[in-house]
T-cell receptor
Framework: DAGVIQSPRHEVTEMGQEVTLRCKPI?????LFWYRQTMMRGLELLIY????????DSGMPEDRFSAKMPNASFSTLKIQPSEPRDSAVYFC????????????FGNGTRLTVT | DAKTTQPPSMDCAEGRAANLPCNHS???????VYWYRQIHSQGPQYIIH?????ETNEMASLIITEDRKSSTLILPHATLRDTAVYYC???????????WGAGTKLIIKP
């Protein structure tokens, strides 16, 4: 079991540029989550998918943020255009079916927008 | 969802048991207690969860009081690698919105 895989590990970009973060969930997991972590706000849920369908995107901060899950093994989180306040660590997590299943997190992407 | 209260930091000697308390006095009957930890520069790692009975796995034990208003995570033989931020979370089974607090920073000292 390779765990949840995120790429890139670090991303530095300039304000206004498009940023795409990638996630490969654990094989067989039906749920995929995107979280953001900052010192000020801690861990925040941005959006989650069930069977590739977005279920709750109420945590997505603005229209500049979008997430897709084209298949069961891949998801992207895109920020366009990026702003300095988007700087944070973005985590992807997955869990298998069953509402009581724990979340398994990737090691995150540290995004810095200058 | 109910909120939790944890001490901001704790120390523990290597090899001793680390006992991390959590207060969740407003927990509802359908909310589970979950524990995660986050080692520096890594994603949160699931440790254990429970509803009302005490639970044990290869990582830790979870002791939940009879009134369910508080719980304690026990790491039986702490090692330096257990230094991390430990999060106590209450979660409604039907809701994936985990409310993450500030956690307890546990420092294991040699």
């Amino acid at each position: 079991d390779a765990g949840v895989i995120q790429s890139p590990r670090h991303e530095v970009t300039e304000m206004g540029q498009e940023v795409t973060l990638r996630c490969k969930p654990i094989s067989g997991h039906d749920y995929l989550f995107w979280y953001r972590q900052t010192m000020m706000r801690g861990l925040e849920l941005l959006i989650y998918f069930n069977n590739n369908v977005p279920i709750d995107d109420s945590g997505m901060p603005e229209d500049r943020f979008s997430a897709k899950m084209p298949n069961a093994s891949f998801s992207t989180l895109k920020i366009q255009p990026s702003e300095p306040r988007d700087s944070a660590v973005y985590f992807c997590a997955s869990s298998d079916r069953g509402q009581n299943s724990p979340l398994h997190f990737g090691n995150g992407t540290r995004l810095t927008v200058t | 969802d109910a909120k939790t209260t944890q001490p901001p930091s704790m120390d523990c000697a290597e090899g001793r048991a680390a006992n991390l308390p959590c207060n969740h006095s407003t927990i509802s009957g359908n909310e589970y207690v979950y524990w995660y930890r986050q080692i520096h520069s890594q994603g949160p790692q699931y440790i254990i969860h429970g509803l009302k009975n005490n639970e044990t796995n290869e990582m830790a034990s979870l002791i939940i009081t009879e009134d369910r208003k508080s719980s304690t995570l026990i790491l039986p033989h702490a090692t330096l690698r257990d230094t991390a931020v430990y999060y106590c979370i209450v979660r409604v089974v039907s809701n994936y919105q985990l409310i993450w607090g500030a956690g307890t920073k546990l420092i294991i000292k040699p």
